[in-house]
Each structure stands twice: as structure tokens, then as C-alpha cells.
């Protein structure tokens, strides 16, 4: 089925700088979901949103869900080595759309 | 608490053969997902079970079914394996019907040769 757009593929920042990634979706959701994924093991939920404009924060991680619906941000502040991973936004309605992932390196 | 389990964790079977996957869910969830997870095609969801009824589909082939059981263990079955099968299927589970706040198992590594 059509995933989400999700942006950017891939990051390599500094130890203690922000980071921002996106998707975007041409349908409406009702539930847009972040995950994390270590390599081996599987995603692990971050952040669950449930009503457009919602902005919910977790820690270091602030995720927010579009105003449209047919978009969610997460944010990482003062990123550490821990962070690395690949992080997945995921949409729910009938069934569950994900984002193909971004990669975060972090260099300490 | 403990989590989501999956057995097995790796798997090798040949074109042709069978295959059973079982999940065992977060003690007092009642919905189990199944996902596959491959490089080119990324994360893509297979089918939801609740209460032992399948609740919603994805778009896979009939090759792909699954049950679940009355304590809420869930097995997928793929039938006449084909190399692109090869993936690492995932399952998560949550309380109640809908995907909301799933958590997701360590998945079976799957090799088809």
C-alpha cells in the first residue's frame, strides 16, 4: 500500500544539536505514531498523537500532529550517542501506513 | 511486564515450503498486528487480529493467513514461500482494537532460499 513521505532519509549530526524529521501523507489520518528501531530488534513507540494540532512531548522528543491531518513533526533536542537509529512515523486509519524512516547518526 | 515475544527468531526455509510464526502478546492485550519489514519495501502491515477475529487486512496474497488464539497468541502462516518472502515479519500488540499504542516484538528473521 502507499507509504508515507517521510523526510529527511538519512541524518548525521553533533552531539548535543536538535533534530527535525517530517512525513506527509496525501490521505487523512486519525492517529499518527513515532517509533524508533534499534538495528535487530523492533520499533519501539516514541510518541502517540490523536488529534490534529496536538503537540505532545516525551522526554527530549516533541512530536506534533498537522493541522490537515496529513502530516506529524518530531523533534529530538540536545541529541546523544543514544539517539542513533532509525525513526519511523507511522498513520493510522483502517490499517496502519508507515514512513519509510530516517536514519540518525550522532557523532560524539 | 514482559513484552511481546516471537518464536522463532530465525528461520531458513526453501521455495515451496510452509511456514508458522507464532506471537505472544503483552499479558492483557487482546489485539495482535503482523508487519513485514524489507529494505525495498520498508514496513507493511499484513493483517490485525482482535478477539480472535481478524479485524483488518492488508494488501498481501492469500499465501498469507493467521489466527489467533483464546489467550490472545497469534500465529501467521505463509504457504508456498517465494524468495521475496524473505523479511523480518513483525508482530505488535495492544489493548484494545484499532493500532493505538502498539508494541512491537523483536520479529522472526525470515530466509527463504
Known amino acids: 500500500g502507499q507509504q508515507l513521505n517521510q523526510s529527511p532519509q538519512s541524518m548525521f549530526i553533533q552531539e548535543g544539536e536538535d533534530v527535525s524529521m517530517n512525513c506527509t501523507s496525501s490521505s487523512i489520518f486519525n492517529t499518527w505514531l513515532w517509533y524508533k528501531q534499534d538495528p535487530g530488534e523492533g520499533p519501539v513507540l516514541l510518541i502517540a498523537?490523536?488529534?490534529?494540532?496536538e503537540l505532545t512531548s516525551n522526554g527530549r522528543l516533541t512530536a506534533q500532529f498537522g493541522i490537515t491531518r496529513k502530516d506529524s513533526f518530531l523533534n529530538i533536542s540536545a541529541s546523544i550517542p543514544s539517539d542513533v537509529g532509525i525513526y519511523f512515523c507511522a498513520g493510522h486509519n483502517n490499517d496502519m501506513r508507515f514512513g519509510a524512516g530516517t536514519r540518525l547518526t550522532v557523532k560524539p | 511486564k514482559a513484552g511481546v515475544t516471537q518464536t522463532p527468531r530465525y528461520l531458513i526455509k526453501t521455495r515451496g515450503q510452509q511456514v508458522t510464526l507464532s506471537c505472544s502478546p503483552i499479558s492483557g492485550h487482546r489485539s495482535v498486528s503482523w508487519y513485514q519489514q524489507t529494505p525495498g519495501q520498508g514496513l507493511q502491515f499484513l493483517f490485525e487480529y482482535f478477539s480472535e477475529t481478524q479485524r483488518n487486512k492488508g494488501n498481501f496474497p492469500g499465501r498469507f493467513s493467521g489466527r489467533q488464539f483464546s489467550n490472545s497468541r497469534s500465529e501467521m502462516n505463509v504457504s508456498t514461500l517465494e524468495l521475496g518472502d524473505s523479511a523480518l515479519y513483525l508482530c505488535a500488540s495492544s489493548f484494545r482494537t484499532g493500532f493505538n499504542e502498539q508494541y512491537f516484538g523483536p520479529g522472526t528473521r525470515l530466509t527463504v532460499t
Open positions: 498523537l490523536y488529534k490534529a494540532g
